[in-house]
């Protein structure tokens, strides 16, 4: 489920002006609505605790920080130091630990409709949309 949440913000991030990397872009578009779900402080201490389990696998993420409002800091500091590659994994193995930990406290069938309410073109039930396909050709 990470992996294609990553894929569909590299192929919006392509498509945009944005700088931020994928990952903080789909930390960003869960903002909201975990937010709602479990407030501010809620978020943030989720996001904290991925990013603290996320460090173990990616020390690049060091200088990564979860501020007051549940955003993502520190990428400036961050992306001269580490090559893109580094960049790239780190976020996977950020947003693998968001969603694990998702997946542990509110359960797979609410997960799944909070992403799909935030990505409603996608599928993770196995199946591949046609939206994914046209993705896969254009890689």
């Known amino acids: 489920m990470a992996q294609r949440l990553l894929s569909y913000?590299?192929?919006?991030g392509k498509n945009s002006e944005s700088t931020e990397s994928a990952a903080f872009r789909v930390c960003a578009k869960l903002?909201?609505?975990l937010i709602t779900?479990?407030?501010?402080?809620?978020?943030?201490?989720?996001?904290?605790?991925?990013?603290?389990?996320?460090?173990?696998d990616a020390p690049s993420l060091s200088a990564v920080q979860v501020a007051a409002d549940g955003s993502l800091k520190g990428?400036?500091?961050?992306?001269?130091?580490?090559?893109?590659?580094q960049a790239r994994d780190g976020g996977a193995i950020l947003i693998t630990q968001l969603i694990g930990l998702l997946l542990?406290?509110?359960?797979?069938?609410?997960t799944?409709?909070?992403?799909?309410?935030v990505w409603p073109e996608a599928t993770f039930d196995g199946r591949v949309s046609d939206k994914e396909r046209t993705l896969?050709?254009?890689r």
């Open 31 to 33: 903002r909201r609505p």
């Open 104 to 110: 542990t406290f509110i359960g797979e069938g609410l």
């Open 37 to 56: 779900l479990a407030g501010v402080a809620g978020f943030r201490s989720l996001l904290s605790r991925a990013l603290t389990l996320a460090r173990a």
């Open 9 to 12: 913000e590299v192929v919006a």
């Open 136 to 138: 896969e050709r254009t």
């Open 75 to 85: 990428l400036d500091e961050l992306e001269p130091q580490i090559d893109k590659e």
């Open 112 to 117: 799944l409709r909070l992403v799909q309410d």
